[in-house]
C-alpha cells in the first residue's frame, strides 16, 4: 500500500532508525564495555573517552550506546506485548461481541481508571528492582487496556463490513478473518499504538531507571541520567554538559522520533485510508 | 371397473439385440383420453407408437400391450389385421405413401379393404375424410410429391381418420409447419376428437404443440418413463430434473425467461447409463443415482422416476420475519414471508425501495438471521455460527451485494478478491489460479496481467460488480442470491451477466434468487416472481403471470416502470438509470 | 518535585533516620540574624511525634533538656543546674535552675521533670522518636527543683541519650491528653526551648521558628529560624535560598567542593567517620558465606582506598575492618585485607571454590556456583556498587544486585533473609549517634534485637559477653580493653567489611554565620550535623551566654 509520506514521518523514522541501527550494532560501535572501569573517574571527553567518564570511571558513550539497546528492547517487547494483548482482546471482543464483549470492555475500563504511571511506579516498588524484560512486562500490561479499547471499536467498524460478511459466507473461520481482514484493516491503527507505546516505554523505562527503580546495574539511558544526578559535583561543574545532557538528548530523540512517526501512522492523519 | 382401452405394462423392445428402446415402459389409456408421450429425439417415442399398433414384435418387443382387452404382443397376423385402422389407426410422420399412386387412392385404402366400401364411396368418403381434416380434396388427386409437407400430413391425418378408431396415434403431428397451420391443424385434431369421441396419443418432441392437445402427458427418456401425469402437472410444474431441462429448452410465449440448452448429450441406447439413466446429465445426481435405478413413483400429483422425487428444494424459508430498531423506532422489515426455490430455479424478488428485498436476501444468504420463522438450505437450517459444518453450510448459498465498494475489501488485489473463497475452502494452487481466470473471463473481464493486481479503487462500479459475482461463483454455491447485481452494468454487460448466469444454472443446476426493483430485467431470467411490498409478500407467481397479468399494485406499478423502459423511451430509459443503484 | 524530592517521599520517613542534617544559615547583618535552612517533611514537632533525627532538631527547638553539648562535646548544664551519680551508677539527682518558665508563663518544676519520664513510659513509641528514657526506672520530684532519676542497670551512655536527649515536657498540657503522638494542635507545643513554631506547613516541609523572648539563657542570638524546602541543598545554597548546606552522606568529591572553597564568601566546615557502607554478609544462608575464608578472601578483593580515591577523591576514609574509623578515640589497630587479588584467589581456591575455568564464576564443592544477590538501597543506589560487583566479579565471585527503597531494605533486613546486603550506615564514628563504641555490640551482638542495620547471623558468644560487659563498665580503662577486644573478633570473623566511610560537609555562607561545628559525638545523644542549637542561642561555639550584636 503507498502512501504519501510526510516530512514528520521521515524525520521520526530517520531518528528511530538511527537508534535501532546503535542500539543493533552497540557490541561494535561501543569502545568499551559499559560496565568495566575503563579509565580515571571523571575525566572530560577525550580521545580516549568521547563522552569522559563518569564517577566510577566507566565510559559514558558505551553507556549511552548500550542504553539505546536497552532503550530498544523495551520499547519492542512492551509495545509488541501491549498491542499483541490489546488486539487480541479488542478485535476478540470486536468479534464476539455480546456478553464477551461486555466482560471484556468492563475489564478494560477498570484498566483505564487506574492511573498507568503511579501503578507502574508502584508495582516497580513492589517488586523491587526491575530489569528491561520485567519493566517491558509492566509497561505492557498497562498499555494493552488503551488499545483494546480502540481497536476493538475499530474492530466493530470493519467487522460490519459487506467483505467481511462475505468472508464469513465462504465460510471463513475467525482466525481467517482476523488474519485477513481484521488485522490488515486496523493495520495502521495497530502500527501507530506499537510505536505510540514504543515510545512511552521508552520514556517510562527511563523514568523508573531514573528515579532509581530499575535494576541498579542495568545499562540504560535512565541509570545514566540517575548516577549523574546523584552525583553532587553535576550541579557546580561542567561534568552535565558530557554526562546528563548526552543521556537527556538520547532519552529526548528517542521519545520524540518515537512520538513523530505515531503521529504519521495516526489513521487518521491520511485521506488515502479513510474509506477503508 | 372395466378394463381400459389401452393398456400398457413392462414394455421393453431392443433392436439388434444391444439396442435398448423402451424398457419396462407402462400406461393406460382410456376411451376419449388424450396423452402426450414426449422426449427428445432417440428417446423411444416412435418405437411406442409402432408397438401400440402391433409393428414390432418379439423378438425384440417384450412386455404387454393390451387393446380392448386383446394382447398385440406376440398376437397373429389376422388379430393384427383386424384391429390396425379399425381399432387403431397411426399418422405418421414420415410419410408412408407410395409415390406413384395419386393419394386420393391411398387414403381410401383402408376404407376399401377393411371397411368393405366400393371403390367410388370410398373416394368419396376421402373426400369427406380430407375435408374434415382441413385439405382441399382437389389435391387428393395428386401424387404424394405433388403435396406440400403440411398437405401431406393433412392427408396422413384423414387416412388414420378413416375407419373411425378407437384410438388415433399422431407422430410429431406439427413438425414440419409453419406455426399457423400447426396450430389450425391441432386445433382441428381437437375439434374432431371432441366431435368424434376417440382417444388420442400425441408423440411428440414439440412440448408447446402436444401440451395444448392433451391432457395427459408421459415424458420419455432412453426408453423409460421419466415423468407421468396429468400435463398441466407435468408441463407446467415439472418434476423430474429432465422435464424441467426439457421445458426450458423450448421457445414458447408461456415463459418470459430466456431458453436454456439441456447439458450433456442424449444417451446412446446402445449403451444406457446405469442407475438413473438421466445421472450423467443430471444436475442434482448424487451416487445413489449411479447405483440404483429410480422406480416410477408418485410424487406431487403425477409419476416420477426420481430417487427424490424429482427436482429438490434448495432453499425454503418459511414465515420468516425480521424487524430493525434504530433506537425506540422499530421498523419490520420483513413480515411473514416465504419462499421455495428449487433446483435449477430461478425466482425473482421485486418490489419498491423500502420493501424488504435487501434484507430477504441477506436472511436467505445467511447473512442476518431471521426474528422468528426458518430458512432451510439443502434439508439444513442455515444459521449464522462458527461452527465447521455451520460454515460448510453457508458456503453453499452466496450473496453478491448491492454495494461493491463495500462488499469487496480495498486491501486485497482482484486476484486475492477472487480467489477469497478458494482460498478459505483449502483448494489448490494451481486450482485457485486457474479458477481466478476462468471466473473473470467468464464475467468478461482479462483474467490476466496486471488487471489481477488491480485494487477496488482503481476500478469502476460495473467492474467491481463482475467481480462480486465472479467470486461469488467461484465459491460454487448451490444457490446465488444477488442484490441488484447488474445495477451498474450498461445493456450489454448486463446481457452477458445474464447468460453467464444461465449458463451456471445448466451446468450446475443453481438456484437463483434475483433482487431487483427492475421488472423488467428480473422477467427476462426467472422462473417465478415474488413480489415483495413493506415487507410483505403482495404476489407470486410464474414470471410470465406476473408480469403479464400483475394482479397487485405493487407489481403494476412496477410493470409500468418497466413497459415504459421496454418501448424505449428517454423517459424509462433514464428512469431506469438513474433507479439502477437505490435499493 | 524533582526526583530527590520524589525518593525521598516514596522512601518514607525512615530515611530521616539517617539522613542527619538538613541545613541552617543565617541572614542579616546586624548579628542577629534570620536563618535560612533546609525544610523537610519532619513531621508535626511534638516530642511524640516527630520523625527522626531532622525531626528531633526542630522539636528541640522548643522543647529544653535536662543536659546539653557544646562544641566541646562536653555536657553543660541547660535546665539542670547540677547532677549527681550514685557510687553504684544507679541513681541520678539533678538540681533545675530555678525560675525557668514554659512558653505560657507557667513555672516548670521538678514535678514537670518526673511527669516527662512517667509520662513517656506510658506512651507506645515507634523507633522514630529517637529520644525516648530507655533503662530508666522511676523518677520523683524531691522538693520543686530537686528529681531523682533511678536506673534498671547502670549504663554509660545514660547521660548522652537521656538526661541530655529527652524533652522535658508540662504536666499541665500533657496530663490530659492520654494519645500522645495524635496531639497535634500547634496549641500544645509549649515548651521551655529558645524557639517558638510561628507557622509550620507539614506538606511543603516549610517552618518558621522565632526566638522565645523571655528565655531563660537571655534572648537567643539568633532570631528566627527559617525552614524551607529544597531539592537540593548545595545549589539552594550557591542560589542563596538557604544559609547553610549539608553534602549528601554518601559523600561528595572535590569536584562538587571546589567551587565553594574557591569562594571567600563560604566555609566549611567537616566531619569524618559520620557514616559508612559496610558490606554485611548473612552468615545465616550458610555455604560461602558461612565460610570467614571466603569473606576474607572478598575483602582482599576489593581496593578500598581506590575505591575511597576514585569516588570521593579522598574525601573519606578506607573501611576498617575493625568497624571504628580513624576518628574514634577507641580505634585499635587490627587486621586489614589490604587489596591483593592474587591472595584472594589463593585463598578461594584453598577454601575449594573453584574456577571452572578462567573468567567463569567459581564453584562451591557441591558445583553450586558462588553467585549472590546483593541488596541495596535506591535512593541512591550506592556509587561504589559498580566498583564492588566489578572487584569480586574479578576474583570469580557473582553478585546480582537488588537496589531497594529504604523501607523496604529495612523491612528486608529485620527479616535476615538475604544474602549479602550493602546499605549506609549513621555510624559509627564522627558526630554521629552510634559514635559511642557501645556501637560494636549493637551492630554485631546476636543479643541486640530489632536493631535497623547490623550483622546478619553473626553469633560470637565470646564476643557477645564482652559487649555485654562493656556496657556497664564505668572504669575508662578498663572498657578500652574491653572494646579493642570486641574490635580484633569483628576483623577476625569479618561478618561485616565497612568500605568506607565519606567524610561529611557542611558549606555555609560566612557573611551570615559562621559560628558553625560539629557536636564531637552528636549532639543530643548522637545525632549528627551542625544544627545543634547551642550555637543558635549563644552565637558562639562554647557556653551558655547569648552573644549581643
Ligand atoms: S436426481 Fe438422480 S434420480 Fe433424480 S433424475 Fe437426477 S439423476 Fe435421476
Redesign the interface.
Given at each position: 500500500?503507498s502512501r504519501a509520506r510526510s516530512p514528520l514521518f521521515w524525520s521520526g523514522a530517520t531518528l528511530v532508525g538511527t537508534l535501532a541501527l546503535i542500539a543493533m550494532l552497540a557490541p561494535v560501535l561501543s569502545p568499551y564495555d559499559p560496565?568495566?572501569?575503563s579509565g580515571?573517574?571523571?575525566v572530560p571527553p577525550s580521545g580516549a573517552h568521547l563522552l569522559g567518564t563518569n564517577?566510577?570511571?566507566?565510559d559514558i558513550l558505551s553507556q549511552l550506546i548500550w542504553g539505546a539497546r536497552s532503550s530498544a528492547l523495551v520499547a519492542v517487547l512492551a509495545a509488541g506485548l501491549a498491542v499483541a494483548i490489546g488486539v487480541f482482546v479488542g478485535v476478540g471482543a470486536g468479534l464476539a461481541r455480546g456478553w464477551v464483549d461486555a466482560v471484556a470492555m468492563r475489564v478494560v475500563d477498570v484498566f483505564l481508571a487506574v492511573p498507568a504511571l503511579p501503578l507502574l511506579?508502584l508495582v516497580a516498588?513492589l517488586l523491587?528492582?526491575s530489569g528491561p524484560i520485567a519493566i517491558a512486562v509492566i509497561i505492557g500490561l498497562a498499555g494493552w487496556p488503551a488499545i483494546a479499547r480502540i481497536v476493538r471499536s475499530q474492530a466493530l467498524g470493519v467487522a460490519r463490513?459487506?467483505?467481511v460478511?462475505?468472508?464469513?459466507?465462504?465460510?471463513?473461520?475467525?482466525l481467517?478473518l482476523v488474519g485477513?481482514?481484521l488485522v490488515?484493516?486496523l493495520g495502521p491503527l495497530i502500527a501507530a499504538n506499537f510505536v505510540y507505546w514504543a515510545g512511552t516505554a521508552v520514556a517510562l523505562q527511563a523514568g523508573l531507571a531514573?528515579?532509581?527503580?530499575s535494576?541498579?546495574?542495568e545499562v540504560s539511558w535512565g541509570s545514566v541520567l540517575?548516577?549523574a544526578?546523584?552525583?553532587?559535583?553535576v550541579?557546580?561543574?561542567s561534568?552535565w554538559t558530557w554526562w546528563v545532557l548526552p543521556a537527556g538528548l538520547a532519552i529526548t530523540l528517542a521519545v520524540v522520533g518515537l512520538a513523530f512517526l505515531a503521529l504519521a501512522l495516526e489513521p487518521g492523519s491520511n485521506p488515502r485510508l479513510r474509506?477503508? | 371397473m372395466t378394463a381400459p382401452l389401452l393398456e400398457v405394462s413392462d414394455l421393453s423392445v431392443r433392436f439388434g439385440g444391444d439396442v435398448d428402446a423402451l424398457r419396462g415402459v407402462g400406461f393406460a389409456l382410456d376411451r376419449e383420453e388424450s396423452l402426450a408421450v414426449v422426449g427428445e429425439s432417440g428417446a423411444g417415442k416412435s418405437t411406442l407408437a409402432h408397438c401400440i399398433v402391433g409393428l414390432i414384435q418379439p423378438p425384440e418387443a417384450a412386455g404387454s400391450v393390451r387393446l380392448n382387452g386383446e394382447e398385440l404382443i406376440g398376437a397373429s397376423a389376422a388379430t393384427l389385421r383386424s384391429v390396425r385402422w379399425r381399432l387403431v389407426a397411426i399418422a405418421l410422420q414420415g410419410a408412408p405413401f407410395n409415390p406413384v399412386v395419386p393419394v386420393i387412392d391411398q387414403v381410401a385404402e383402408p376404407l376399401r379393404e377393411h371397411g368393405g366400401l366400393s371403390s367410388s364411396r370410398a373416394r368419396r368418403r376421402a373426400d369427406d375424410l380430407a375435408r374434415e381434416s382441413l385439405l382441399d380434396p382437389a389435391l387428393l388427386r395428386r401424387f404424394p410429391h405433388q403435396l406440400a409437407g403440411g398437405e401431406r400430413r393433412k392427408a396422413t391425418l384423414a387416412m388414420a381418420l378413416a375407419l373411425d378408431p378407437a384410438v388415433v396415434i399422431l407422430d410429431e403431428p406439427a413438425a414440419g409447419l409453419d406455426p399457423a397451420t400447426g396450430r389450425e391443424l391441432l386445433d382441428r385434431v381437437h375439434e374432431l376428437r371432441r366431435a368424434r369421441g376417440f382417444s388420442l396419443i400425441a408423440i411428440s418432441h414439440d412440448l408447446p404443440a402436444v401440451a395444448r392437445l392433451c391432457e395427459r402427458t408421459i415424458v420419455l427418456y432412453a426408453g423409460e418413463v421419466a415423468e407421468a401425469g396429468p400435463t398441466e402437472h407435468v408441463i407446467g410444474r415439472p418434476a423430474h430434473p429432465y422435464t424441467w431441462a426439457l421445458v426450458n429448452s423450448y421457445p414458447v410465449t408461456s415463459t418470459t425467461k430466456d431458453l436454456r440448452p439441456i447439458r450433456g448429450e442424449p444417451p446412446d441406447p446402445r449403451a444406457v447409463p446405469s442407475g438413473c439413466p438421466f445421472h450423467p446429465r443430471c444436475t442434482q445426481s448424487e451416487t445413489i443415482c449411479r447405483d440404483r435405478h429410480p422406480p416410477l413413483e408418485r410424487s406431487g400429483g403425477r409419476l416420477v422416476a426420481c430417487h427424490f422425487g424429482g427436482l429438490k428444494v434448495l432453499l425454503s424459508a418459511t414465515l420468516v420475519h425480521k424487524a430493525f430498531h434504530s433506537g425506540s423506532r422499530r421498523l419490520d422489515a420483513l413480515q411473514a414471508v416465504s419462499l421455495t426455490v428449487r433446483e435449477g430455479e430461478s425466482v425473482g424478488v421485486v418490489g419498491p425501495s423500502g420493501s424488504g428485498k435487501t434484507t430477504l436476501a441477506r436472511v436467505i444468504a445467511g447473512d442476518l438471521s431471521p426474528d422468528r420463522g426458518e430458512v432451510i438450505l439443502e434439508g439444513e437450517r442455515l444459521a449464522r455460527s462458527w461452527r465447521r459444518d455451520a460454515r460448510a453450510l453457508s458456503r453453499r448459498v452466496q450473496l453478491v451485494r448491492q454495494d461493491p465498494w463495500d462488499a469487496l475489501s480495498p486491501r486485497l488485489t482482484v486476484a486475492e478478491l477472487v480467489r477469497e473463497p478458494l482460498d478459505i475452502a483449502g483448494a489448490g494452487d494451481q486450482q485457485r489460479r486457474s479458477a481466478v481466470r476462468a471466473r473473470l473471463e467468464s464475467v468478461g473481464l482479462p483474467g490476466y496481467g496486471t488487471f489481477l493486481e488491480a485494487r477496488v479503487h482503481e476500478l469502476s462500479g460495473g467492474q467491481l460488480q463482475r467481480i462480486a459475482l465472479a467470486r461469488a461463483i467461484a465459491a460454487r454455491p448451490k444457490l446465488l442470491v444477488a442484490d441488484e447485481p447488474t445495477s451498474m452494468l450498461d445493456a450489454s454487460e448486463q446481457a452477458r451477466l445474464l447468460v453467464v448466469l444461465r449458463e451456471l444454472q445448466v451446468e450446475m443446476g443453481l438456484g437463483l434468487v434475483l433482487v431487483s426493483h427492475d421488472l423488467a430485467l428480473v422477467r427476462k431470467v426467472t422462473d417465478r416472481i415474488v413480489v415483495l411490498d413493506a415487507g410483505r409478500v403482495a404476489e407470486e407467481g410464474s414470471s410470465a403471470a406476473v408480469s403479464g397479468r400483475p394482479r397487485s399494485l405493487a407489481a403494476r406499478r412496477l410493470m409500468e416502470a418497466a413497459r415504459a423502459f421496454a418501448v424505449g423511451d428517454e423517459r424509462g430509459a433514464s428512469e431506469r438509470a438513474s433507479g439502477g443503484g437505490t435499493n | 518535585m524533582n526526583r530527590r524530592a520524589f525518593v525521598r517521599a516514596s522512601a518514607g520517613t525512615a530515611l530521616a533516620l539517617y539522613l542527619g542534617a538538613c541545613g541552617s544559615s543565617t541572614s542579616s547583618s546586624s548579628g542577629r540574624p534570620t536563618l535560612r535552612l533546609a525544610g523537610g517533611s519532619f513531621g508535626f514537632p511534638s516530642p511524640f511525634s516527630y520523625i527522626a533525627g531532622p525531626g528531633y532538631v526542630q522539636m528541640s527547638y522548643i522543647y529544653d533538656t535536662l543536659l546539653w553539648k557544646d562544641s566541646t562535646g562536653r555536657m553543660l548544664p541547660w535546665l539542670a543546674s547540677r547532677f549527681r551519680r550514685s557510687r553504684d551508677g544507679l541513681t541520678y539527682s539533678f538540681e533545675l535552675r530555678p525560675g525557668i518558665q514554659w512558653h505560657d508563663g507557667r513555672p516548670l518544676t521538678a514535678e514537670d521533670v518526673a511527669f516527662t519520664f512517667e509520662y513517656f513510659a506510658r506512651q507506645p513509641l515507634g523507633p522514630l522518636i529517637v529520644a525516648q528514657p530507655f533503662g530508666v526506672g522511676t523518677a520523683r520530684a524531691r522538693g520543686p527543683h530537686k528529681v531523682e532519676v533511678e536506673l534498671e542497670r547502670p549504663a554509660v551512655t545514660f547521660l548522652d541519650s537521656v538526661a541530655g536527649a529527652v524533652p522535658i515536657i508540662p504536666r499541665h498540657i500533657w496530663s490530659s491528653i492520654d494519645d500522645a503522638p495524635s496531639a497535634q494542635d500547634p496549641g500544645v507545643l509549649v515548651g521551655s526551648g529558645p524557639y517558638r513554631l510561628e507557622s509550620f506547613s507539614a506538606g511543603e516541609g516549610a517552618s518558621l521558628y522565632t526566638a522565645n523572648e523571655s528565655y531563660f539563657l537571655g534572648t537567643p542570638f539568633v532570631k528566627r529560624i527559617e525552614l524551607r524546602p529544597v531539592d537540593n541543598e548545595l545549589t539552594a545554597l550557591q542560589a542563596g535560598e538557604i544559609d547553610a548546606a549539608d553534602t549528601p552522606p554518601e559523600g561528595v568529591g572535590e569536584d562538587t567542593l571546589a567551587s565553594f572553597r574557591a569562594d571567600s564568601a563560604f566555609g566549611v566546615v567537616q566531619d569524618a567517620g559520620s557514616f559508612t557502607f559496610p558490606l554485611i554478609w548473612n552468615l545465616q544462608r550458610g555455604g560461602a558465606l558461612a565460610d570467614v575464608r571466603f569473606r576474607r578472601a572478598c575483602a582482599l578483593a576489593i581496593d578500598r582506598s581506590a575505591i575511597v580515591e576514585r569516588l570521593l577523591g579522598g574525601n573519606g576514609e578506607p573501611g576498617n575492618p575493625g568497624f571504628l574509623p580513624g576518628e574514634s578515640p577507641f580505634q585499635v589497630p587490627v587486621e586489614q585485607y589490604s587489596f591483593d587479588p592474587a591472595a584472594a584467589s589463593d585463598l578461594l581456591d584453598e577454601a575449594g571454590y573453584r574456577r571452572p575455568e578462567a573468567s567463569a564464576v567459581r564453584q562451591g564443592p557441591e558445583g553450586e556456583p558462588l553467585s549472590f544477590s546483593l541488596l541495596t538501597g535506591n535512593s541512591p543506589v550506592p556509587p561504589v556498587l559498580d566498583l564492588l560487583v566489578e572487584s569480586l566479579q574479578a576474583v570469580g565471585v557473582d553478585l546480582s544486585p537488588q537496589a531497594v527503597d529504604l523501607p523496604t531494605l529495612f523491612g528486608r533486613l529485620q527479616e535476615g533473609t538475604d544474602e549479602i546486603v550493602l546499605s549506609l550506615y549513621p555510624g559509627p564514628g564522627g558526630t554521629s549517634p552510634n559514635a559511642d563504641p557501645d556501637i560494636l555490640r549493637t551492630f554485631y551482638s546476636s543479643k541486640v534485637e530489632g536493631r535497623l542495620q547490623g550483622a546478619q547471623g553473626y553469633v560470637n558468644h565470646v564476643f557477645d559477653r564482652l559487649a555485654e560487659r562493656q556496657l556497664v563498665t564505668q572504669n575508662e580503662a578498663a572498657r578500652r580493653r574491653l572494646t579493642a577486644r570486641l574490635q580484633e573478633l569483628a576483623a577476625r570473623d569479618l561478618p561485616v567489611l565497612p568500605l568506607y566511610y565519606p567524610t561529611l560537609f557542611n558549606v555555609f555562607r560566612r557573611e551570615v554565620f559562621d559560628r558553625w561545628y560539629y557536636t564531637p559525638g552528636g549532639f543530643a545523644g548522637g545525632l549528627p550535623g551542625v544544627f545543634n542549637k547551642q550555637v543558635f542561642v549563644t552565637g558562639s561555639k562554647t557556653g551558655l551566654t547569648p552573644r549581643t550584636a
Open positions: 500500500m560496565r568495566a572501569v580515571p573517574s571523571l564517577d566510577a570511571g566507566q511506579i516498588a523491587g528492582p463490513r459487506g467483505y460478511d462475505a468472508a464469513r459466507g465462504f465460510g471463513a473461520g475467525r481467517y485477513r481482514h490488515p484493516a531514573f528515579l532509581g527503580l535494576d541498579p546495574t540517575n548516577r544526578l546523584s552525583h553532587p559535583g550541579y557546580f561543574t561534568e474509506r477503508s | - | -
